[in-house]
């Protein structure tokens, strides 16, 4: 039994000193034999009491050899699959839709730049429409999603949004992407690159964002709260600028005036066209049976026949004939309706208009200027805008 002890001691201290050179494939089975030898040294002592036959059958089979070196085997062959790197691909879907959908615009552009499958996920519709609706949302109306149509239709095979084999995917969103991010992102394997669906919320987000789409929607106070246009909101073709986060407006002409242009506007000064009306057209009132004293509405004014029309705060007055007191107010009943621009001063031309609830289409004078249509204001939303906007003087 010493003499089996000291062997296999001086043996493993001969292993150790080689540690420092490369082995041969033998060594490793070699340095498993004190191991086999340890764990069955408890046994040994029986061995010895049936001699020399017990004691060989004491020193450890090459059936345990075996089955030691492959579990070792298998726990290395585990840790190596437990440090390979995982691709994002690996994910379950679940995952992978949920970090999808936490990335902003520029990471999902990013990451539809490495391969296929993840461009096929990252340009979907699914994912880009939160984005357009967070951002976009309160200033497209159907209008400006029915020009998209046009311009791309009319861009199909022209430079600006065409995408050929040869410019691939990276090169298209590079040319519509207004951040300098992007530019150490652009080498891609042409052999991967595909021409992208231009008809995708991703590309109107593109677009809009770089600014080389425009689209109409309306302005409050136009001109910059020009004095003659407060509490108002007019119709243009508005167009984003990336570098200052603000838009650029184009009035369509006054008249004999020319298109006037307004930039620098800021977020809060625009909105989505509430009624798909055209500016030179009449919109048809359907709640002028509705309307009650102290009601905030939307009317129609344009200055002359040849003159768009824009949208004009004001609120739903008492008739003179009413003394305000709500027990014993009746002008809801009558076929006149007061409308006051509280705007202007008491006395002025401008503060109140009166209206028929019957037969109310286009009234006024070329004097004082033309009253179309009448929106109710229903959405206090909408009606804390107007109030925001409101002159610090009151208008002669």
């Known amino acids: 039994m010493l003499f089996f002890l000291v062997t296999s001691l001086s043996f493993l201290f001969f292993l150790n000193s080689l540690s420092l050179k490369p082995l041969p494939l033998w060594a490793s089975d070699v340095k498993l034999l004190p191991l086999c030898f340890f764990k069955e040294l408890s046994f040994s002592f029986k061995a010895l009491k049936k001699g020399i036959f017990g004691l060989f059958c004491a020193f450890p089979s090459m059936s345990s050899i075996m089955s030691i070196k492959q579990g070792i085997s298998t726990l290395k062959f585990e840790n190596a699959q437990e440090n390979e790197p995982l691709s994002v691909l690996d994910l379950p879907e679940l995952a992978l839709d949920c970090i999808l959908e936490k990335l902003s615009p520029s990471g999902l552009c990013s ?19 939160r984005h357009m609706k967070q951002k976009w949302g309160k200033i497209l109306s159907p209008a400006a999603y029915r020009e998209w149509q046009w311009f791309i239709a009319s861009r199909h ?52 964002e770089s600014g080389k789409f425009s689209f109409p929607a309306q302005v409050y106070n136009r001109e910059n709260g ?16 990336p570098q200052t986060d603000t838009f650029r407006a184009r009035y369509p002409p006054h008249g004999r005036r020319a298109v006037a242009m307004e930039t620098g506007i800021q977020w809060e000064r625009l909105r989505a066209a509430p009624i798909d009306t055209p500016p030179h057209d009449l919109h048809t009132s359907d709640c002028l049976n509705d309307l009650h004293p102290g009601d905030h509405i939307e009317i129609q004014w344009r200055r002359n026949k040849e003159f768009p029309y824009g949208w004009w705060y004001g609120v739903v007055g008492h008739l003179e004939s009413c003394d305000g007191n709500e027990n014993y107010c009746r002008c809801h009943s009558n076929d006149t309706v007061v409308l006051e621009f509280n705007q202007y001063t008491p006395g002025s031309r401008w503060r109140r208009t009166i209206i028929s609830r019957k037969d109310h289409r286009e009234e006024g004078n070329e004097s004082d200027g033309f009253y179309g249509g009448i929106r109710k204001l229903h959405k206090s939303e909408e009606i804390a805008t107007w109030k925001s906007l409101w002159p610090r003087d009151i208008l002669e």
């Not at 020009?226 to 600028?241: N, P, T």
């Open 111 to 129: 990451l539809a730049a490495v391969c296929s499958s993840l461009r096929e996920r990252c340009i979907s519709d699914y994912l880009w429409e």
């Open 157 to 208: 095979n022209s430079s600006t949004l065409k995408v050929d084999e040869s410019k691939g995917f990276i090169k298209f969103i590079c040319s519509v992407w207004p951040f300098t991010w992007f530019e150490s992102n652009k080498r891609v394997n042409n052999k991967d690159s595909i021409t992208p669906l231009v008809d995708s919320v991703m590309s109107l987000y593109l677009a809009l």
């Open 226 to 241: 020009h004095v003659g246009f407060k509490l108002s909101c007019y119709d243009a073709e508005i167009s984003y600028d």
